[in-house]
């Protein structure tokens, strides 16, 4: 049920255009999901929004606002297949500013075609019950809602504040899932046992909790990150019972911000002076800073977060210099810069208890050996014990353990 709209039908055009741009790229599939694109109006849940401005000295965020903006160019927007973010710093929300105003993305309306992707991908039937993780804006609630019945719907939302919103959007177009504030890593128990689980936010491990709340031969979506910059995938998994669960990686770069206990933690000022002081020693490697570039190599960059999955990727030049990338370990004090020379070979420099870049030379070695062969063949094992990240061989050269020291 939605409400009748006050712009002479121009928003109910713009969804056919997107939905028709949806089809075409081939993240929409199918008639069903098709029509809730076509009847969910996304301005209710994004009446205001940021619009990213980047600028030689920062990325700035210029807010989007009926005070501002005009209704029309409003419209415009939301129906492109962007990404809106919608606060910023946990606490500042479009309304709050005027002007372009810096900050850090931490509430987002996520670009229309991976939202309906990873609805395709979840592979509902009518009658399936869906608890989904990070509310958001509503409008993927919603369209889950219009698709399924608000009634099968639970979503679960860390965000007081971003949770209330949500649920004023959602009861103002008529649907009134069962919205939950509270941490989704946890799930949400009373509603169990799912058919469908599926995240908007990214995690470095399949939550225990997700697993047993879905029943047998259910699915989980999700994606999965490392703190190797925005390297992720995006997984489907089939629980098998008893905290077991198997899968594999679907292919594509999406990504979504962390769930923040899996979030990297911040790199204090202090680590350029140790960067600066560090004695290190060097050598040759045929393993450059290629490997680490998403534009060039995503599924070798996912290859290195898994090697060392506690490390973060720090890029910068000093003074004009070059560009050059450390893989930072703050929790073993470990790390390796690399250095690009003139003749185009590259040079490591290692220092701490763990030689970082001889596990990531390791790992891409015998990814190479094995084809580079990409992320959608490889696959993910879960137990209570442990989960995986394997191609091939559950236990072969090309596997490793996910860190599972957050919940």
């Known amino acids: 049920m939605t409400t009748p709209e006050p712009d002479g039908g121009r928003a109910a055009a713009l969804r056919v255009k997107l939905a028709d741009e949806l089809e075409a790229s081939g993240d929409l599939r199918t008639e069903p999901w098709r029509a809730t694109i076509e009847t969910v109006p996304r301005e209710a849940f994004i009446p205001s929004f940021f619009e990213r401005i980047d600028t030689p000295q920062q990325t700035m ?7 501002l903006v005009s209704q029309q160019a ?6 492109t297949d962007e990404t809106w973010v919608t606060q910023l710093d946990h606490h500042t929300w479009p ?29 509902v039937e009518d009658g399936s019950r869906v608890l989904e993780i990070g509310t958001g804006t509503g409008y993927s609630s919603a369209l889950m809602s219009a698709r399924l019945g608000a009634e099968l719907v639970t979503s679960v939302e860390v965000d007081a504040e971003v949770a209330v919103r949500a649920k004023e959007a959602l009861a103002a177009i008529g649907f009134m899932p069962d919205l939950v504030t509270g941490d989704g890593l946890l ?3 009373p509603g169990a046992l799912y058919d469908r689980v599926i995240a908007t936010c990214s995690v470095r491990h399949v939550p ?16 999965m990150l490392g703190w190797l910059d925005a390297s992720s995938g995006l997984v489907r998994l089939e629980v098998t019972g ?32 140790w960067i600066d002081e560090v004695e290190t020693t060097e050598r040759a490697t045929a393993a450059g800073p290629e490997i680490l570039d998403p534009w060039d190599g995503w599924t070798s960059m996912f290859i290195a977060q898994l090697a060392v999955p506690d490390s973060q990727l720090l890029i910068y030049g000093v003074d004009g210099g070059p560009v050059i990338e450390h893989i930072i370990d703050v929790n073993q004090h470990a790390i390796a810069i690399l250095r690009k020379l ?4 590259t040079v490591v420099r290692q220092a701490g208890p763990v030689a970082l870049w001889d596990s990531v030379e390791a790992a891409i070695s015998e990814w190479r050996n094995a084809g580079s062969p990409p992320l959608e063949q490889f696959r993910i094992s879960v137990t209570p014990e442990a989960q995986t990240v394997w191609f091939g061989d559950p236990v ?8 599972t020291n957050t919940q």
Do not use: C
């Open 74 to 79: 409003r419209l415009e927007l939301t129906y």
């Open 187 to 189: 799930g949400y128990q």
């Open 342 to 345: 003139p003749d185009d070979s």
């Open 396 to 403: 072969g050269p090309l596997s490793w353990k996910l860190p």
């Open 61 to 67: 965020w210029r807010p989007i606002t009926p005070e």
């Open 208 to 223: 225990k909790t997700w697993v047993n709340q879905t029943r047998p031969g259910g699915l989980i979506l999700t994606t």
């Open 242 to 273: 008893d905290g077991t669960a198997e899968g594999a990686f679907l292919g594509g770069t999406e990504s979504f911000m962390p769930a923040r206990p899996h979030a990297a933690p911040r790199l204090g000022d202090d680590v350029y002076t």
């Open 95 to 123: 309304v709050d500013t005027a002007v372009p105003i810096p900050g850090e993305p931490t509430s987002s309306s996520t670009l229309p075609g991976l939202v309906v992707r990873m609805l395709e991908e979840l592979q």
